[in-house]
Structure formats: C-alpha cells, structure tokens
C-alpha cells in the first residue's frame, strides 16, 4: 500500500559554491517525486536547503573579506532563487544556522552523551577541510584527499567522539533486512564499508569556532557532518509544529536522495546516530551518479560549470528539469551535453509532443467553426490509459524518473500514430470522435507530465480550454465523454532552428582553453623499434572507461572470453577479448576496465565484437589497464 506520509529531502547543500547543474539534478529529483506524491494525496513534505558551518565556510568568507554569517547568507540566496527559478516546490528550506536546527543539534548531542555513547579522545591524522573528513593513511591515493585529489592537512586535537563501531552489528542487519540502498552498487560499498574497520567518529573540532558550539563543554564545536545530517531530523519537529504531522514516525515513507560521493555519511553515520538516539531509519538512501561535462569533470579551473539557471532563462525550467531526468536512468552517472539538451528539445518536446498538440488544435479549429468538440458518441479508451496510468505510477513509487517519462512518451506517440491511422482529415472521418479522444489522451499527458514540466503541463491544459487551467493535478482517469473548447494552438515548445542552435552553444559554452603543446617524445631508435605514430593519428582513437557486467568462455575458443561492459551513458556493449588464460569469468565482473569504443565491430568465432578492452603483455597478457573504482565516472573519455 502506499505512504499516507511521504518525506523526502535533498542533501543541504554546502555554501562553498553557487548551485551547479549536479545540485539541481538532485533537487528536481526531489521535486518531482514530490509532486508525484501530491498528485496521489499523501501528505507530502519536500525538505531542502543548505550547510552553513565549518572551517571551510570560515576560510572562504575570511578571504572575501566578510564574515561567515553574511557569506552563507549570500549563498543560501543564490540557491533560494536558483530553485524558484527551476520550480522546486519546496516545503522547508532549513538552514544549518536556524536557530531551532541549533538547538535540536544539541539536544540530540545530549541525549547521545547520556547514553554513552559519545567520549573524549584525543586524535592525529590526515584531514580534508574541503570534506571536513579525517582520512586514514590508506584511504589516501599518493597523499592527497581520494576524493579531491588535493593534499590533506596533519590534524592534531582533542574530540569528543561517537561509539560509531557500537552499530556495526546493527547496522549490518538493517541492510541484510532492509536493502535501503540504492542502487545496488552503492549498498555493496557501504556494506563492504561496515564490514571492514568502523572506526569511531570524531564529531567535534576546537580548530576553528564557526560551528554550532558543544553543549556544556566550551571550546568545542559540533562536527560538521552530525550538524548537517541532524537536519532531517530537525525539520520535522518544525514541520509538526506547523502543520501538526510527524514526519518521522511510522507510516511516513522518508526517503534521503544525494549524489554517491557522499553515501556513507547518509547511509553509515546518520542511521548510526539514530540508533544511538533511539529514532526510526530512514526507508531509502538514494544516491545518484555524477554528472560531467562533455566527458570531462565539473572543474572551476578547465570552465566547466554548467549553471542550470542559465539554461532555464532560454529554454524554460521545464526543458531543463525534463533532460536531466530522461538523459540519465536515476542511480547511474550521466555525461551532460549542450548539443544532447538541444536535441532532446527539438525531438522529443518540439516535435513529439509539441506538434501532437499543435495539429490537433489546428484540425480541431479548421474542422469546426465554433472550435469546440462535442462528446463524443462514445467513451472508448483507445490509448489504454489505465495500463499507462498503472506503469507510470509504479515507476514514481520506485523513484524511477526515467522509466515513468518513457512511459508518458510512448503515450505520445501512440497518439500520434492514432491520428495517423484514423485520418480525421478524411471526409468521411469521425472528427468528433477521433478529436475528442486526442484532446483527453493530451489533457491525460498534461498530468502525467506534471511532475517534470509543471508550467509547461498547466499551459497545455490551458490550450485545451481555459476551463481546464483550475485542474488540480492528480493521477489521470479516462474521461471519454468530455467536452472540449480548446483554444488555437501556441506552440509548448517552439524549434529551434540551426541559427538559434548555434547561438544558444556559442552563449552557453565557456571560452576554449589553450591546452599545452604534447610533451616532446623520445624518438631515437634506443627509444622503441616500433613505428612512430603521429599525435593526430593517435586522437583519432574513442578510449572511454568501461565496468564489465559479466563475463562468459565463448564456446570451442580456449583464449576468448565474451564480456558484457557498462559505458554508463554510452550504453551497453559485448566484446570478445583474448583473456581467458590470464583471468577467470568470476574474476573480472565489477572491473572497471579501458574500452577502444570507435573500432570496427568484428565477428570473431561466430561472435560479434563491439570494441576492444587495453591489456599488457606482450607474449601473454598479463594484466588489464583498469581504473580505480568510481574514481571516474563509466563512458568518461580516457585522454
């Protein structure tokens, strides 16, 4: 049965930097699952908002010259406007200085220090400021931060700490119980995480003082992280306050969405501490891929930070919030591309279901003089609205955007071809009949979408007759008698031409970079007796990471193996590879591995071949070229 209560929040959002396209992909996730829930009746709360403390905030506003408050008062606006810019229907935007946030920080403190369950130690290790995270020596890669890639600071101070290791056994079972993370992927890390050595978590700092200060032991300030995780916690008692309903209590389905770098944190320390304090677990951690850029990482330095508020004032926050949810299947890592948004808005917006309305408001004023549609003689369902109806809210519950946007725009083109089969433009057609069936499948759309493209939904509802413009969205029934007064058409989403392309690439894109000249190679005889190969020959090759799915012997070939890989956005592909002497099947499923994706396909044995995986050796291979795991994301460009 589904929540009567559902709650969903965002990660807060850490005022080191104005919000990027990765930080909205979260939140119109969020948002849509919200509306969704709304549209069904529950008793929705949408939680957002940002991470105002630690040393870091204190350094940057130190070096712009202002104080921490004033500068994560100027970030925290930036993201309030960026979300109202994007349509995020927010219920809460909490604020980790909120002085109610302050004060339940401090009492969940205490209630964890009368258990027992937090100490005084002293502590000397690696420290990230910009993860606000001790490090051991292995979690490491050459000395810097693993997820920064920049050197780490040698932190030496007394902490008070959080018997973390207390709750692995209990941790374990809620995950063999529960499953709560997703995707898959993700759950085994955290798993194989609990598993190993669960230190104890230092959660409080006497380095700096921008912090929520401990309570009875001055000198100390709250750990970033347990004062940004407490959030979730801290804005359901306001949400009570306000509106009279706990939102975490059972019955209501709480539900964390954030990107994968920061899963541990939500599904390891933040359900620890709620066993610690004697609270309910959240129901799912949902931790979505990254997003790059035209193959590269977001970086400040290479002038990649796509700014999805900029996309929005030229195509409308609908087109952007439905390309971020239908490019990329929620859980698995997407390449962000201008030219890919461009296409998907001439395609599937302008052409499938902007011209699905366009047509059939022209034929509806051309073939009646009054514009108006009459109900027709029956309320036959030819679209299977119900069996849509059904997929589509299935895949909302399992939090599956992508699927439940296939699901609509297969809805469109049955429409589409529906009229292409009935003529209505035929004399001897049943104009009233066909018409009238489009005008309900489109009002049918316009709720199905809604979640995705509110203000562009409530505009098609609008076109098919400003009496409909007052609907509430809620989950579509067929409504095969109704009549319709639509008005002439105005396209939801107008084409744009190549000229307008090109402007929109040349205004969106940042200028080139001036990249360094190839490094001079040593080219003597003594150097390699192989043949010298030119740069631009060796450009030329498609070289993308890759994660083997599986891995099986093709038959009577004793050097062969058939491998299934994962080029995240870039689909899926098999390969036959020489390997088998080297590895066995079991042995190679989960790799992260170097694919040549731009050679010829070959059928080899029998056996078509859609690229070739790196391998060393020269008689005999003796290992793969591989890349850390989620050290970069799949179908990444190797360079």
Request: hydrophobic share 40%; proline share 7%; glycine share 6%.
């Amino acid at each position: 049965m589904p929540a009567s209560r559902f709650y969903i929040t965002t990660p807060l959002y850490y005022v080191s930097d104005p919000p990027h396209i990765g930080h909205a992909y979260t939140t119109i996730v969020a948002d849509a699952a919200a509306r969704f829930h709304r549209m069904r009746g529950d008793v929705t709360h949408f939680l957002t908002g940002t991470d105002e403390h630690g040393q870091k905030i204190a350094r940057i506003a130190e070096e712009r010259g202002k104080t921490p408050k004033d500068f994560s008062d100027e970030i925290a606006g930036a993201y309030k406007q960026a979300w109202q810019q994007l349509g995020i229907s927010y219920d809460d935007f909490i604020r980790t200085t909120d002085a109610d946030h302050e004060a339940e920080v401090q009492a969940l403190w205490r209630t964890l220090e009368a258990r027992g369950d937090i100490y005084l130690a002293e502590y000397e290790g690696p420290y990230c400021v910009a993860c606000e995270q001790f490090y051991t020596d292995k979690e490491l890669v050459d000395g810097n931060c693993p997820v920064h890639k920049r050197p780490v600071d040698t932190l030496k101070e007394s902490s008070y700490y959080f018997r973390l290791s207390k709750y692995r056994d209990a941790l374990l079972t809620w995950y063999a119980e529960k499953n709560p993370v997703e995707p898959p992927q993700r759950m085994n890390e955290v798993r194989a995480f609990v598993e190993g050595d669960l230190r104890d978590l230092s959660v409080s700092r006497t380095t700096f003082t921008w912090g929520i200060p401990v309570p009875d032991h001055p000198g100390h300030v709250v750990y970033v992280w347990m004062d940004a995780l407490s959030n979730y916690y801290s804005a359901t008692k306001r949400a009570a306050a306000t509106h009279g309903v706990d939102f975490w209590s059972d019955g209501t389905r709480i539900v964390h969405v954030m990107g994968k770098e920061i899963s541990r944190f939500h599904a390891v320390y933040w359900p620890a501490l709620l066993m610690a304090a004697g609270l309910r677990l959240p129901d799912t951690v949902l931790c979505h891929g990254w997003w790059t850029v035209d193959g590269e990482k977001m970086s400040k330095t290479v002038g990649n930070i796509v700014d999805p508020t900029k996309l929005a004032d030229d195509l409308g926050a609908d087109a952007v919030r439905y390309f971020v949810l239908r490019e990329v299947p929620l859980g698995l890592d997407g390449d962000f591309s201008h030219e890919a948004l461009l296409q998907r808005f001439n395609s599937e917006l302008a052409n499938d279901l902007g011209n699905l309305l366009n047509r059939t408001l022209g034929m509806v004023h051309k073939y009646f003089a009054d514009g108006h549609v009459a109900a027709r003689a029956t309320a036959a369902d030819p679209f299977d609205t119900a069996a849509t109806v059904d997929a589509w809210s299935k895949h909302w519950d399992a939090l599956e955007p992508s699927k439940a946007l296939d699901v609509c725009f297969a809805m469109v083109r049955r429409c589409n071809t529906y009229i292409d089969q009935q003529a209505p433009w035929k004399a001897e057609s049943d104009k009233v009949l066909i018409l009238g069936n489009v005008l309900e499948c489109c009002r049918t759309l316009a709720h199905l979408l809604s979640p995705v493209m509110p203000e562009r939904s409530r505009a098609l509802l609008h076109q098919l007759g400003p009496e409909l413009s007052a609907e509430v969205f809620a989950v579509p029934v067929w409504e095969g008698m109704r009549p319709f007064s639509p008005l002439p058409g105005v396209p939801l989403f107008p084409r744009l031409d190549d000229d307008r392309k090109k402007a929109l690439l040349d205004k969106w894109r940042p200028a080139p970079i001036e990249k360094a000249a190839p490094a001079v190679i040593d080219a003597s005889p003594s150097a390699s007796t192989d043949p010298m190969l030119k740069y631009d020959d060796f450009a030329k090759l498609e070289l993308r990471t890759a994660q083997i799915l599986s891995a099986e012997p093709v038959p009577k070939a004793k050097k062969l193996l058939l491998l299934k890989v994962d080029l995240g956005p870039h689909g899926q592909r098999q390969v036959v590879a020489g390997i088998a002497e080297a590895y066995q099947p079991a042995q190679l499923v989960g790799k992260r591995v170097i694919l040549v994706c731009n050679l010829e396909p070959a059928t080899i044995r029998g056996v078509r071949s859609e690229g070739m995986i790196l391998a060393a050796g020269d008689d005999a291979i003796l290992g793969l070229s591989t890349v850390e795991p989620d050290s970069v994301p799949l179908g990444s460009r190797v360079r």
